[in-house]
């Protein structure tokens, strides 16, 4: 799709109500939902994170948006597919100010090229006691990734076509952070498997953007 038209549609895309566990719990196992549902008392003592899925026009005006790959390390999140993003800090005034900070940091993105287009449902990452705000934002500029070396393994461009695309679902066996392996609902991204909490996260925008597009 055309950066051009992307914009004139996503400018509506405030006025869209969330829908929130609908979109979340295509892409979870049955078992998982009825975890979900259960986790309010965890989300009240969940440290805090900001994502941010950031959409804009590769060099032939075409959409797309940026997922990072992250190093392989000791802990829940190694390897995975994600949004730029991270935890809260101290000089983050908000969860939006941690976002567009950590999207800085992690793939070089200026700030103040930014727009944030809306603020979508929060997601809670039971392994890491993390209650993630993602964030939808544009940039009118195609960027020149700078990846950080320490956290950032690849920046994976994903055109928007490819993503709405329903051959893009798949399911997948994988192993979970408690070392079981369970078939799960995901999307197949550039040839990187995407599941978890940023497929939920997806799987909102997506149900977001087929109301626009």
Known sequence: MRFEEFLKSVSKIKNIPLPAEASHFKMVPPFRQEVLKKQE???????????????????????????????????VHSAQIAFPGGKLENQDATLQDTALRETFEEVGVQTETVQIVKKISQVYIPPSNFYVQPFIGITENTPQFIKQDDEVEAVIEVDLEHFLDERSLILKKVKTSYSVEVEVPAFKLNDYIVWGATAMMLSEIKDLLKQLL
Do not use: H, S
């Open 41 to 75: 008392k965890a989300i009240k003592k969940a440290k805090q994170a900001g994502v941010l899925a950031l959409f804009y026009p590769d060099k032939f005006e075409n959409t797309k948006f940026v997922l990072i790959l992250r190093n392989t390390y000791k802990g």
